[in-house]
């Protein structure tokens, strides 16, 4: 049976755990793996890309640099959350103000110190980063349109940094980050309608706020069309492998979602729809092995 001092310990460790989103870290990480290995470097050996160690440094600065983002946007947001997440922020008050700030300096420093053992260009790179994700977190986040573009802009740099490192640019590349940058996009907003009671509260001027509810409902339903661009020009272009099931599912489950948003007008019907969208840019992670599921036989020598 466990201590009171370990029962506390455990207590911090899965409230930290719950501010830097160890999830969507891990989920971050494994989707620049795949992607290395099925879009921006197939033509390499398993092996190689598994076992380059500059590519393990920008996972590692990506992971530690968003870790840290998550600190600095849950140290602005605490009195906003309060109000939208009671029971997560109750948690996350376990761990002490002064803590995340500690915390979120160490991950940044860490951050740094991983990029340089690659390059001086990535040093730059992930501090030019690190001072985005601040300054969206203390400025940006609380204004209409440019709030939403730099959270979902925030959310796909760490994959461009791999991008470099492969110097891959083919058009293939551009299509799968345009059709991830639209669901982002399509998150941050439902997130926003999730959040409008203590966005509304604490002076956010977020798109529903400032434009409300059916405003953001078209903008939503136009950004789900503008997805089957980039989708039908993967299913038609480029060699998917039995990833383009995922593809068709996807445009299945964004028609129950626009179905779903116009009878939509409660937090929890939202939070269903972020929910959703949640579902099939995971699934999009996980579904790329079907690009070549021979990959692990084929490419390991």
């Not at 921006?40 to 440094?57: E, G, S």
């Not at 939208?84 to 951050?111: A, C, E, H, I």
């Not at 203590?198 to 903008?219: C, H, M, W």
């Not at 969208?277 to 699934?283: E, H, N």
């Amino acid at each position: 049976m466990l201590s009171r001092k370990q029962k506390h310990f455990l207590l911090k460790f899965f409230s930290l755990f719950s501010i830097v989103r160890g999830y969507n870290i891990l989920v971050i990480v494994i989707a620049q793996y795949l992607t290395s290995i099925f879009i921006l470097a197939p033509q390499l050996p398993l092996r190689q890309v598994l076992l380059d160690v500059n590519l393990l440094m920008l996972i590692l600065a990506s992971a530690a640099a968003i870790a840290g983002g998550y600190i600095i946007n849950s140290f602005y947001d605490s009195e906003k959350d309060l109000i939208n997440r009671p029971r997560k922020t109750m948690l996350d008050k376990l761990v002490s103000q002064q803590t995340k700030l500690t915390g979120y300096f160490v991950l940044n420093f860490m951050s740094v110190f991983f990029a340089s053992y690659v390059s001086f260009r990535a040093v730059v790179f992930f501090s030019i980063y690190i001072f985005g994700i601040w300054f969206y977190s203390h400025k940006l986040k609380k204004f209409p349109f440019i709030g939403n573009l730099v959270a979902t802009l925030l959310a796909v740099v760490p994959f461009f940094a791999i991008f470099i490192h492969y110097r891959n640019f083919s058009e293939v590349i551009f299509v799968h980050a345009t059709f991830l940058f639209l669901l982002i996009s399509m998150r941050e907003l439902t997130k926003d309608l999730e959040n409008i009671k203590g966005d509304l509260a604490q002076n956010y001027r977020t798109i529903p706020v400032v434009y409300g509810e059916k405003v953001s409902k078209f903008i939503l339903t136009f950004l789900s069309i503008a997805t089957l661009i980039p989708a039908v020009l993967l299913l038609t272009s480029f060699k998917l492998g039995y990833m383009h099931v995922y593809f068709y599912l996807s445009i299945i489950a964004l028609i129950v979602f626009d179905v779903l948003l116009w009878k939509s007008n409660r937090k929890l019907h939202y939070i269903i729809l972020h929910n959703i969208l949640k579902f099939i840019i995971v699934a999009g992670v996980l579904c790329i092995v079907l690009i070549d599921v021979d990959v692990f036989l084929g490419r390991f020598f």
